[in-house]
């Protein structure tokens, strides 16, 4: 269900080494900074560190939902208005985000957003 959120899109490949501490922008404003990365085939997303917005709460963006990549910039642009991010499933530091069920509600989650 909602695989291909999980995947960067074809025309976007960056290096998820490369994507840590990046600033995330939503389509409204300013989110955080990439606190972690993956590329990992079928499981590619970053984990973002909202600081004081949603106080300290972290976020797990699937790799379909950005939109693109400004290394010069040192910035991740997501497909996503900040309320639609601080709605997602709430993070769970002790289970950890690759958990199938917590995957499973975020592609759910991400994905109905990406088809309307």
């Given at each position: 269900?909602?695989?291909?959120i ?13 994507l840590?501490?990046l ?19 079928g499981s ?7 600081g004081?917005?949603?106080f ?43 958990n ?7 592609g ?5 957003r990406?088809?309307?």
């Amino acid at each position: 269900m909602y695989a291909e959120i999980w995947e960067f899109r074809t025309d976007m490949k960056p290096n998820a080494r490369n994507l840590k501490g990046l600033s995330v922008e939503a389509r409204d404003g300013s989110i955080g900074k990439i606190d972690e990365a993956t590329d990992e085939v079928g499981s590619s997303a970053i984990v973002v560190d909202t600081g004081p917005w949603i106080f300290g709460r972290k976020v797990v963006i699937p790799a379909g939902a950005l939109e693109r990549v400004d290394l010069n910039d040192e910035k991740v642009y997501v497909s996503m208005t900040k309320d639609e991010i601080k709605d997602s499933p709430e993070f769970d530091p002790k289970t950890g985000w690759q958990n199938d069920e917590y995957r499973g509600r975020l592609g759910t989650y991400y994905g109905e957003r990406r088809a309307s």
